[in-house]
């Protein structure tokens, strides 16, 4: 028997890295609609794409809310997440949530559509700043709740709030692309940044941030290090390259270079963007590991 | 709580008079005896290495419960209120030391021969339980209440489990820590656990 380290050692008796299996497929989902929702409203707000306000509050409002009632234990008692804002992240995003909604609705209504009167043009700045404020609030809690669990060394990184957000955004500017059609898509006159610029600097800067996150894992303590491993080379490698790196951002990025403004291509670019960005989901939750609370073996 | 590992024998009754004392369903475990190889033949060791709830002076669990449903007692065991907790894991994904279990509807449905009926033994031991929450060790508090020691402490035919006040210098605990350098686990998370390894 050779000196072995701690290996990964599943649910058995065993000193090791386990997996953890609290936060599944439904998490993960609901984090990717929560962001993906968010960055389509705030994405679709700045260019005025009033389909993408829409959808953006629908993804968020039911399907965000859909997946995490299926995930939680005791769903009747969900309002209870709401109470301590004062320390934990998941409170503070449901009240992210709601005045997201809220206001998102609020402003759709009366701002984007005017079908009430609501007041003075302030009134109505008003509430449109809140509701931008409260997407970017939602956006990034995903991050900082996964950050502020310590346990999972693979997630303990201050990058993951900015890789939430960073995603978030693509998800919104490619699928708001798609909405806005190519006309406004590539329309430049009425914004600083083209849609499919956007989406490109968006690519890239998600590239950056997703291999910086894994860099600074494969870097860190030894959990986060097994972690990143198990996605570049171990177990999950065979999905989570191909559909993260590949399809999720050397693909778009390609066909943004290549034919930018087209309907198709954008279709196409937000088809593979999200796929990508779901993946990337998924494996980063599967990936962590706790780990070992003690190690006797001496160093290799 | 202090773990002796010079006499834990990896005999497990701990584990199974915590499951008998707190009526686990099938799969969940309050406390485990970890076991761990290492060596080159002939030089090869085994070591036992028992884990349970760390009741953190700065728990991580406690922080990340969004219903409020984790808090500390004045005597420092962290709890779990199954009235309050929603289910949402997010304490099971902060604990570092992996101690919090899920009672998942269907632990409670099938009984522990799997035949979806339950003993009378299932039947009165599962209402203390709220299913579709998460809960954990609370070192038999109502033991302690009523002055006795943990289950898994009592029934440890080793002395390998040593419960006491840690704030108490006269206590055994305290004394084994300081004679011989207790260590807590996974310091470096910075939870302060209440666990202290000697070996």
């Keep these: 028997m050779a000196s072995a380290q701690p290996a990964i050692v599943g649910d058995s008796f065993a000193v090791g890295y386990r997996f953890q299996r609290y936060w599944g497929t439904s998490m993960a989902s609901a984090f990717f609609c929560g962001e993906l929702g968010a960055g389509l409203f705030l994405v679709s707000l700045y260019y005025s794409v009033n389909a993408g306000m829409i959808l953006g509050l629908v993804v968020t409002a039911v399907l965000k809310t859909y997946f995490h009632t299926s995930h939680m234990g005791v769903p009747a008692k969900s309002w209870r997440a709401i109470l301590r804002p004062d320390r934990a992240w998941v409170s503070r995003g449901l009240i992210m949530i709601v005045l997201f909604t809220g206001f998102g609705v609020l402003h759709v209504v009366t701002g984007a559509y005017g079908l009430f009167e609501m007041g003075s043009s302030a009134t109505l700045d008003i509430i449109k700043i809140v509701a931008a404020l409260a997407a970017v609030g939602v956006m990034a809690y995903h ?55 956007l989406g490109l600097v968006l690519v890239l800067l998600n590239a950056g ?9 494969y870097h860190g303590s ?12 171990g177990v999950f490698a065979r999905q989570f390259v191909p559909l993260v790196f590949v399809l999720g951002l050397a693909l778009p990025f390609a066909l943004l270079l290549w034919a930018p403004g087209s309907f198709f291509v954008e279709l196409a670019v937000a088809i593979a963007a999200l796929i990508g960005y779901y993946a990337f989901r998924v494996f980063i939750l599967r990936a962590g590991v706790y780990e070992p609370i003690m190690n006797f073996a001496p160093p290799e | 709580m202090v773990f002796d590992l010079r006499r834990c024998i990896g005999c497990n009754a701990c584990v199974v008079a915590c499951k008998q004392e707190n009526s686990l369903p099938d799969g969940v475990f309050f406390t485990r005896t970890l076991s761990q190889e290492y060596g080159v033949f002939p030089n090869v060791n085994r070591v036992y290495i028992p884990t349970l709830c760390n009741h953190c002076e700065d728990a991580p669990c406690q922080k990340v419960c969004p219903s409020g449903a984790t808090y500390t007692r004045d005597d420092g065991i962290v709890m779990v209120d199954g009235e309050k907790c929603i289910g949402c894991n997010s304490c099971a ?27 009378p033994f299932e039947e009165q031991g599962y209402t203390r339980f ?31 489990r040593i419960f006491g006040d840690l704030d108490d210098p006269q206590s055994k605990a305290r004394q084994l820590i300081d004679e011989r350098g207790g260590k807590p686990p996974l310091p470096e998370k910075n939870t302060k656990p209440k666990v202290f390894y000697v070996s």
């Design chain 1, 222 to 233: 030894p959990g986060a290090r097994i972690s990143a491993e198990m996605l570049f080379k």
């Design chain 2, 93 to 119: 994904v902060a604990c570092p030391y992996d101690q919090r279990s899920v009672m998942t509807k269907e632990s409670f449905e099938d009984g522990l021969y799997a035949d979806g009926n339950l003993t």
């Design chain 2, 130 to 160: 709220t299913p579709g929450t998460v809960t954990k060790c609370d070192f038999c508090s109502e033991r302690v209440d009523a002055g006795l020691d943990p289950a898994c402490v009592a029934t440890c035919p080793t002395d390998a």
């Design chain 1, 209 to 217: 941030l997703v291999s910086a996150l894994l860099y600074g894992a």
């Design chain 1, 143 to 197: 991050g900082f709740a996964m950050s502020d669990s310590t346990a999972i060394s693979l997630w303990d990184s201050r990058l993951m709030p900015l890789v939430s957000v960073g995603y978030a955004l693509l998800g919104g500017a490619v699928v708001t692309a798609v909405l806005a059609g190519p006309t406004q898509a590539g329309d430049v006159s009425q914004t600083a940044v083209s849609l499919p610029s």
